[in-house]
């Protein structure tokens, strides 16, 4: 699985460096964030017909990306991005709760668009969407109390989306740092014995640097 995604992420660079002039030329910029996770619970359905919420700790993410200005309050951009968090419980339908240790990570792949309200102040408010592809990998899960071996590891690529607010403040005319927040989730990934969904709440803050301005 993960060589698709590597492949995405090929084909993702290429398309971003045949994109025409215009889009790479007028405020073009590099941006990098790191961030604050929170996953909602996912609900799993196993193969033998067991139902389980999954529960999460808090996480960390990080985000780099290449783009630029297309129209006077419209940017586009390709960014990677990677966040790893622990699973803390897992809760059955109709039984006690399980304690286990291992993670789950996502390698993400996104095309992003921002529309900025652009105003004659140095912040500047603005929406952004998501679309592209995800690598959701399950480690091995063992039991807290014992250690036995509870999952085996695994890991999908599938479709992923985001949607999101922030505001931008333009330190100088090459840097400008970044507040935001958005929502990413993705298709249902398919596991050996399972699956699940994948959805988390996600607070960044960073920084945008600009080739020409």
């Known amino acids: 699985m993960k060589t698709k995604f590597l492949l995405a992420v090929l084909c993702g660079a290429i398309m971003f460096l045949i994109c025409p002039a215009s889009i790479v030329s007028a405020e073009s910029y590099v941006s990098g964030h790191l961030g604050y996770v929170y996953s909602e619970d996912s609900n799993t359905k196993f193969d033998n017909g067991l139902r389980a919420d999954v529960e999460f700790d808090d996480g960390l993410s990080f985000t780099a990306a290449i783009g630029g200005r297309i129209y006077e309050y419209f940017r586009v951009e390709q960014e990677i991005s990677y966040l790893k968090q622990d699973i803390k419980k897992i809760k059955p339908s109709g039984y006690s709760d399980l304690r286990v240790r291992g993670d789950a990570s996502v390698w993400a792949l996104l095309a992003n668009v921002y529309y900025d309200f652009r105003n004659s102040s140095t912040f500047t ?45 333009q330190v100088s005319p090459g840097i400008a740092l970044d507040m935001k927040y958005r929502y990413f989730a993705t298709s249902e990934p398919e596991f050996k014995t399972a699956r699940s969904e994948f959805a988390s709440h996600q607070f960044y803050v960073g920084a945008r640097f600009f080739f020409r301005y």
């Open 125 to 169: 408010p603005y929406l952004t969407a998501g679309l592209g592809v995800a690598d959701v990998e399950v480690s091995s899960l063992r039991l807290s109390s014992t250690g036995e071996s509870f999952l085996k590891g695994d890991d999908d690529v599938v479709f992923a989306y985001q949607l999101g607010a922030g505001i931008g403040y």
